[in-house]
């Protein structure tokens, strides 16, 4: 079973930019697609962006496009989500999560394990 530590969040001012990241262990991680979500006070976990094993294919939000980027290195072990210009109503936990079977995937129903989040706050 596969364990994720999300880091990299913070505070930041709207228009500004913030690398997460997330760190898995305890499996083999280049097996597994990804997935970013995220969850702002009072709202449902939402769907960010998603990476298959190899990279070879990537899904951002529409309200992310042109302005995130979702990476992974499977040789550290870790994904990435690169964020900018960045918006206040972005503020949110961000968590990545694993799939364990299949390819990349935008519900949260289909990933089968969870890192506990990081806080990202966006000032205006």
């Known amino acids: 079973q596969v364990q994720l530590v999300e880091s990299g969040g913070g505070l930041v001012q709207a228009g500004g930019s913030l690398r997460l990241s997330c760190e898995a262990s305890?499996?083999?991680?280049?097996?597994?697609?990804m997935g970013w979500f995220r969850q702002a006070p009072g709202k449902e976990r939402e769907f960010v962006a998603a990476i298959s094993w190899g990279s070879s294919r990537r899904y951002l939000a529409d309200s992310v496009k042109g302005r995130y980027t979702i990476s992974r290195d499977n040789a550290k072990n870790t994904l990435y989500l690169q964020m900018s210009s960045q918006k206040p109503e972005e503020t949110a936990v961000y968590s990545c999560a694993a799939r364990d079977r299949g390819g990349i995937a935008t519900t949260e129903g289909e990933y089968d394990y969870w890192g506990q989040g990081t806080q990202v706050t966006v000032s205006s």
């Open positions: 305890g499996g083999t991680f280049s097996r597994y697609a």
